[in-house]
């Protein structure tokens, strides 16, 4: 029987430096589902995605069990074959005056350069990409030249080249302007229609659109919410979450949040130093 699960965590916890960032963790995540996991800065969302990298590793105990792909020792080469994942340091490590083309290119390779001695059949994947994404206007600009928006989306169609089973987008609209964001969320929205499953990582529930299944809430290293949109984005939920008074809405197919109340920094403050 085939494992409908590319994501299995039982009992897991993990630490960074001496804190416990990850705590008992229980979570399976499905081959058919796009899942957005959602979190405050500081809630362990970056950590979660260094377990699923592994980058760090969970303290083994007799109740705990972590596979990925149905292995518990897994090849990093096959993990970064079915996994891509694309965050904003990514950007940092690209030639300005490379092509779209040649650094969708450079994905099949592992590295952000220019590829010299180019098959047919590496242009025809590279040209297939950037149909399917609807991004034929960018192929040919150099990556300094493009807006942020547009960065971002070039990125990903290179962490797609290779036909991963997974997507990792973390904080894909982090830093954006409106116009950038809302191409990014809208050309997410399109992949869809690709074999490729996505696992978003954001602190913004704009990033929340109908194609996604299942919504996680992440707090202090812990799920505090797992479910679909309906049973999980409610202003109860988003005030536990964030630890904010706010009304959550849903316009238009996209939620927004309204906060109630001003927050009350300086009792915040005193309450913490009291625990």
Known sequence: MVNKFWFEAKNINCFKGGFRVIKDLNLKLSYSEN?????PNGSGKSSLLEVINRNIYPVITKDSKLKIFD????NLWELRKRISTVNNDIKNRINPNLQVFDLILSGLYGRYCYIPNKSKRDLDKVEN??????????????????????????????ALIKKPDILILDEPVANLDYKSKFFVIDKINELSKLNTKILCVTHNISMITEIYDRV????????????????????????????IDV????????????????????NSYTNSKKN
């Open 35 to 39: 899942v957005i996991l959602i979190g």
């Open 216 to 243: 996680l809430m992440l707090k202090d290293g812990k799920i505090i919410a797992d479910g679909s949109q309906k049973k999980v984005i409610n202003s109860e939920n988003l005030n536990k979450l964030y630890g």
């Open 71 to 74: 292995k518990e020792l897994i």
């Open 129 to 158: 990409i950037i149909i399917n994404m609807n991004i034929s206007n960018l192929s040919k600009k150099n990556f300094s030249y493009l807006s942020d928006g547009e960065k971002q989306i070039s990125l990903i169609a290179r």
């Open 247 to 266: 009304e959550v809405t849903k316009n238009n197919r996209f939620w927004n949040i309204k906060r109630l109340s001003k927050y009350n920094y300086k």
